[in-house]
């Protein structure tokens, strides 16, 4: 597997969207958690009579969606002979409200991405701090992600022209980059400076894009499959 999502992204030829191929989700973050017990059972496994005994505690609060709303606050994930895991999320019913009351009057640092500019203060940026360009970020946030990462919003709509397939299944992110692009668009505050190992993704994304996908688009059902012809097209306006 890549190192890095946009390249596996770019080989698979899809993206991971809402109720459908969610591909980061397992591989790229509870796939990782869970992996990092292994060594610790083959540590300790000689050491116990019995299972060991794992807490994943997660910041997953009901306010964020539906799904996790109807999530249970503490529940059994494994029990077998070698571990029992057992998933906890202590700030289920924390609003965001209160997240940010808690933040500010305890005077912990936060990510500035928050903020409208680094050092602003100001809590007028991005709504949530995730992955850069997530399909499943809201409109205003996506648009901000383009404004201040314009290199890897161009990588993205690379990936979209070259697979055909777009970003997000109601719109693409050659549509974004136009619209981040209009007056009424918020303002990024900063473009932030690639580094090195954004360098090196955007090599093997460009190494994965001369290879055929490994997952048929054209197998996907629903609105928004394939794109027409070019990102942008008239015909995905």
Not at 38 to 47: C, D, H, I, N
Not at 50 to 58: D, E, Q, T, Y
Not at 108 to 127: E, F, I, M, Q, V
Not at 207 to 216: G, S
Request: aromatic letters at 8%; charged letters at 30%; a neutral charge.
């Amino acid at each position: 597997m890549p190192f890095d999502l946009l390249t596996f992204i770019a080989e698979r030829g899809d993206w991971p969207w809402l109720g459908r191929a969610r591909t980061c989700t397992g591989p790229w973050k509870t796939k990782m958690v869970y992996q990092a017990f292994t060594p610790q059972v083959r540590a300790l496994r000689k050491e116990t009579d019995g299972p060991l005994m794992f807490a994943n505690v997660l910041g997953m609060r009901a306010e964020e969606s539906l799904d996790r709303r109807n999530r249970e606050v503490w529940r059994r994930t494994t029990d077998n002979s070698a571990r029992v895991v057992d998933e906890w999320l202590p700030a289920h019913q924390v609003t965001t409200e209160e997240v940010w009351e808690r933040t500010i009057s305890a005077g912990l640092p936060y990510h500035w991405c928050y903020d409208s500019y680094p050092g602003a203060k100001d809590r007028c940026g991005s709504s949530r701090c995730s992955c850069s360009a997530c399909t499943l970020a809201n409109h205003r946030d996506l648009l901000l992600t383009v404004g201040r990462r314009p290199r890897l919003a161009e990588l993205c709509a690379l990936v979209e022209h070259v697979r055909q397939v777009p970003f997000n299944p109601n719109i693409t992110m050659a549509e974004l980059i136009t619209l981040s692009r209009r007056r009424d668009a918020p303002d990024p505050g900063v473009e932030v400076e690639e580094t090195e190992d954004f360098e090196r993704m955007e090599r093997d994304v460009h190494a994965a894009l001369r290879k055929p996908p490994t997952w048929d688009s054209k197998a996907r059902t629903g609105p928004g499959q394939i794109l027409h012809n070019a990102a942008g097209c008239d015909g995905c306006s």
